[in-house]
Each structure stands twice: as C-alpha cells, then as structure tokens.
C-alpha cells in the first residue's frame, strides 16, 4: 500500500550515526547492513559485494587460510561478514568496509588454549601524555591493518566460508593466522606485538605489559 511505501522509505531516511534522538537526516543515504542479507537487499548491494571479495583478497594474501579437506568428525566454525562504512575527515564516505569474522561464540574448549589479552588502563595513558607533555615530546597514533591477522593460530581451527561463497565437496579453510571473531585473537595479537617490542629493545613498563619503552643511548634522541 501507498503508506506501507512511505513507512519504508521514511525508515530508509533514519540513519543511528546521522540523526539524533527523535531526528531524521535529509536524504537518502547508506545503511550499514547488519547481516548478509541486508547487504544483498541494500541499495548498494554492489558495492558491499566488492567489499567482500577484497576482504577475501586480502586474507588470502596474508596466508590468513589455506583450502584443505575437510577433516572427518570436525565440525568448521561458520563464518560471516560485518559491514562498516569508512568516512573522511569531512564525514563523507571513504570506503565500503566488509570484515570476515569467525563465529567465535561457537568454538570448544579444545578449540582455544587462552582468552586472555591485557589492556591498559586509563591512568596509564594519562601518564603517558603528560610525560610527552612535560619533555616537549610528540605523540603519534598508528592503525595496524588487519591486526589480529598478522598473529599465527595456535591450534587446528577449520571454517566454513560465508554463504554465497562455495569450496569443491569435501574441502574447508584451515587458519593459518588469527581471524577477528575468535576468543583468542586479541590475546594472540599481543603476545606477537611483544615479541616484535622485545626484539628491537623495548621493555616492558610495569606489571600489566601493555606499556613499553625504548631506553637509548645517553644523549641520543
């Protein structure tokens, strides 16, 4: 009906990051798809498509996977895509963002060897600031792409590509690399970064290790 049509367009107009409370935006603009679906039955559907395939892309590139066959009494962790839209300094739209993640929440306990992952506390970071503050130093700010990916697995873990895309009979992915999704990614991630840190000098600085510094040579900067 005619007033089914405008409820639809007019929730089509409601953005969460664009409006506030009670607010609507004043155009058409892109949603971010919560499922696969969603981003089949988007306006852009194209567009998040390209994004999964780049994604794929990608962790194929980093030796994230490898095809194999499919191992007899295991069962692969499904896996799907989360969608995000990248924006500019201005706020427009950069990129169209697909992320392929494991169904973590689904893993066994043989599936993992440790959750673990320390985080720093804020009190911390202040202090940090206001070092740099006081000695006249810079802070900078670095975006690890593909971060959990860069850490090896530490135990067999198979997976099923997203729906829609389709192995030969009998054949899996197994991780070569941590994948976003899985309960030990963030942990993995760490324990690779301090051992990068450690290896070209940084120690760490107190007990919860998520702080290090680089002692040089007196007198070098």
């Known amino acids: 009906?005619?007033?089914?049509?405008?409820?639809?367009?007019?929730?089509?107009?409601?953005?969460?990051?664009?409006?506030?409370?009670?607010?609507?935006?004043?155009?058409?603009?892109?949603?971010?798809?919560?499922?696969?679906?969603?981003?089949?039955?988007?306006?852009?559907?194209?567009?998040?498509?390209?994004?999964?395939?780049?994604?794929?892309?990608?962790?194929?590139?980093?030796?994230t996977f490898k095809v194999v066959d499919k191992p007899r009494h295991v069962i692969p962790l499904p896996s799907r895509f989360t969608y995000k839209l990248k924006l500019d300094e201005a706020g427009n739209i950069a990129r169209f963002k697909a992320r392929l993640v494991a169904r973590g929440d689904l893993q066994t306990t043989d599936e993992y060897s440790s959750t673990f992952s320390p985080t720093s506390r804020f009190t911390a970071i202040r202090t940090i600031v206001s070092i740099a503050t006081q000695e006249n130093m810079q802070l900078k700010h670095w975006d690890i792409t593909g971060a959990f990916m860069t850490a090896d697995i530490d135990t067999d873990?198979?997976?099923?590509?997203?729906?829609?895309?389709?192995?030969?009979?009998?054949?899996?992915?197994?991780?070569?690399?941590?994948?976003?999704?899985?309960?030990?990614?963030?942990?993995?991630?760490?324990?690779?970064?301090?051992?990068?840190?450690?290896?070209?000098?940084?120690?760490?600085?107190?007990?919860?290790?998520?702080?290090?510094?680089?002692?040089?040579?007196?007198?070098?900067?």
């Open 157 to 221: 873990l198979y997976m099923e590509l997203p729906p829609g895309y389709t192995l030969p009979e009998g054949k899996c992915i197994k991780l070569q690399k941590s994948l976003y999704g899985l309960k030990q990614s963030s942990g993995l991630f760490h324990a690779n970064l301090e051992k990068w840190l450690l290896a070209y000098g940084f120690q760490p600085v107190g007990a919860d290790r998520v702080i290090f510094r680089l002692q040089k040579p007196s007198g070098e900067k």
């Open 1 to 63: 009906t005619c007033m089914s049509a405008l409820l639809t367009f007019a929730c089509l107009l409601m953005t969460n990051s664009q409006q506030h409370e009670h607010g609507y935006v004043s155009e058409l603009a892109p949603i971010e798809p919560k499922t696969q679906l969603e981003a089949r039955a988007s306006p852009q559907a194209l567009k998040w498509k390209i994004a999964e395939q780049i994604e794929l892309k990608t962790i194929w590139d980093m030796g």
